[in-house]
T-cell receptor, first 114, second 112 residues
Framework: NAGVTQTPKFQVLKTGQSMTLQCAQD?????MSWYRQDPGMGLRLIHY???????DQGEVPNGYNVSRSTTEDFPLRLLSAAPSQTSVYFC?????????????FGPGTRLTVL | TQLLEQSPQFLSIQEGENLTVYCNSS?????LQWYRQEPGEGPVLLVT?????EVKKLKRLTFQFGDARKDSSLHITAAQPGDTGLYLC????????????FGKGTSLLVTP
């Protein structure tokens, strides 16, 4: 199993550009989520999904959209990038999203918005 | 407002020393997890504690969940350079993991 994969690994955008961060998992997990990690801020939840067709907002959802058309994929869309969205983005999955489940993280996407 | 406060924020020690990292909150958590993150990678789960007062050991790492389920500690015995990394605690206020709150992390450097 590849686990959780993310692409791209690095990305530079100009303010106002849009892009999609890809996330895929091959463990048949129902729960998937997106976090951003900023220096001194820890990991903050952006959006999550408890299954195909179901998404919900986390702590910092503004400026981001998600969809979950399949169990495997959970892309994160930046509609109009802003410098405040410069961060490292992690996708994670777990079997059911229970607090005792192991969350499996991808390797991250490092995004810079100029 | 940070729900989980970790201390210390940074720790630099020599190989062979012992250390303790703390994760504190004023809220009660249904469970708490510890992750380790190495540079350029995603966090990896070390342990999950569920019961107040629970102690779990993972080789040289000892994890404790406070009796009131508001705090946790990670103790490393005889630290090795391979222990270097960012240690994150994460907890859920409910039995659902949907609102998993992370601390800011403790960055540990172990030098030979």
């Amino acid at each position: 199993n590849a686990g959780v994969t993310q692409t791209p690994k690095f990305q530079v955008l100009k303010t106002g550009q849009s892009m999609t961060l890809q996330c895929a998992q091959d463990m048949n997990h129902e729960y998937m989520s997106w976090y951003r990690q900023d220096p001194g801020m820890g990991l903050r939840l952006i959006h999550y999904s408890v299954g195909a067709g179901i998404t919900d907002q986390g702590e910092v959802p503004n400026g981001y959209n998600v969809s979950r058309s399949t169990t495997e994929d959970f892309p994160l869309r930046l509609l109009s990038a802003a410098p405040s969205q410069t961060s490292v983005y992690f996708c994670a999955s777990s079997p059911q999203g229970r607090s005792t489940d192991t969350q499996y993280f991808g390797p991250g996407t490092r995004l810079t918005v100029l | 407002t940070q729900l989980l406060e970790q201390s210390p924020q940074f720790l630099s020690i020599q190989e062979g020393e012992n250390l303790t990292v703390y994760c504190n909150s004023s809220s009660v958590f249904s469970s708490l997890q510890w992750y380790r993150q190495e540079p350029g990678e995603g966090p990896v789960l070390l342990v999950t504690v569920v019961t107040g007062g629970e102690v779990k050991k993972l080789k040289r790492l000892t994890f404790q969940f406070g009796d009131a389920r508001k705090d946790s500690s990670l103790h490393i015995t005889a630290a090795q350079p391979g222990d270097t990394g960012l240690y994150l605690c994460a907890g859920s206020l409910s039995n659902s993991g949907y609102a998993l709150n992370f601390g800011k992390g403790t960055s540990l450097l172990v030098t030979p």
